[in-house]
């Protein structure tokens, strides 16, 4: 017994000083390697470059990842819908992004018909807002995502609002059919209003529904026929004028 006791004492000695050198072995390699880091790798003084005055400051060591070739064509393409409005440059923008758009969606929890109607929602507020996507302070893929994020926190609010509405309120109620007489006397008002625009020059009729129809402002109507913006106010004032001579009281 007393054999086996010492021979079994022998090898945990044995296995004990198998761990302790190992450890001390790692210990060294890890020494030696910090020591050649420290005397091989160059420290060279970060160059400081604002990116958020008044925020803090971004350093060499602190540069945003490299983008990817995929991530750089995105940014390009998105930029040139902001730049040209370019229907081509969209719809890749559209294919690459609205499916994941969707899909983060759906991890948020919401049903499958609410996640294409906020996808929607999202690329068509890419389009509407493209012009102010500068490629040099964001991806592509984060500025939309941010997008995305703001549309599903302000359904999130319209539902939580609905919930606290009351449903007896008079503003929610329905607002009743007009009467027939009321019917008949708007008929006959727009009739006289279209006879109305029928009397106005081309020209003067043209700026007139593009003010009132298409909600056009004077500048943009001045661009968008190639004309003087005093030209353009000088017929809307002339056609108002005939306009309200000729229906009256209907003014």
């Known amino acids: 017994m007393e054999l086996r006791s010492e021979a079994a004492d022998g090898s945990h000695g044995a ?3 198998m761990i302790v050198c190992g450890v001390i072995r790692f210990t060294a390699v890890i020494v030696r390697r910090s020591m050649y880091a420290a005397t091989h790798i160059s420290h060279r ?4 470059r604002i990116f958020d005055p008044g925020r803090g400051r971004m350093t060499d060591l602190t540069d945003r990842p490299v983008l990817s070739t995929e991530g750089r064509e995105m940014s390009r393409l998105l930029a040139r819908v902001g730049q040209t409005r370019d229907r081509a440059a969209f719809r890749a923008v559209f294919d690459h992004f609205a499916p994941r758009i969707r899909a983060f969606l759906l991890q948020r929890r919401l049903t499958s018909a609410l996640a294409d109607d906020l996808t929607q929602d999202v690329m068509l507020a890419v389009w509407r807002r493209a012009a102010s996507f500068d490629p040099s302070k964001a991806a592509a893929s984060t500025w939309i995502y941010t997008i995305a ?4 926190i302000d359904h999130f609010r319209k539902v939580q609002r609905a919930s606290r509405m009351d449903e007896t309120d008079p503003s929610l109620q329905p607002v009743p059919p007009p009467a027939a007489d009321d019917l008949c006397e708007q008929a006959e008002a727009a ?3 279209g006879k109305a625009l029928e009397a106005l020059s081309p020209d003067q009729r043209q700026v007139v529904e593009m003010a009132f129809t298409e909600g056009l402002s004077h500048s943009e109507i001045a661009e968008r026929l190639n004309l003087p913006l005093g030209t353009v106010k000088s017929r809307i004032r002339l056609a108002m004028g005939k306009l309200k001579t000729t229906l009256g009281d209907l003014e």
């Not at 003084?45 to 400081?48: N, Q």
């Open 15 to 17: 296995v004990l000083k």
């Open 149 to 152: 994020r703001n549309q599903h």
């Open 191 to 193: 009739e006289t209003v």
């Open 45 to 48: 003084p970060a160059r400081s």
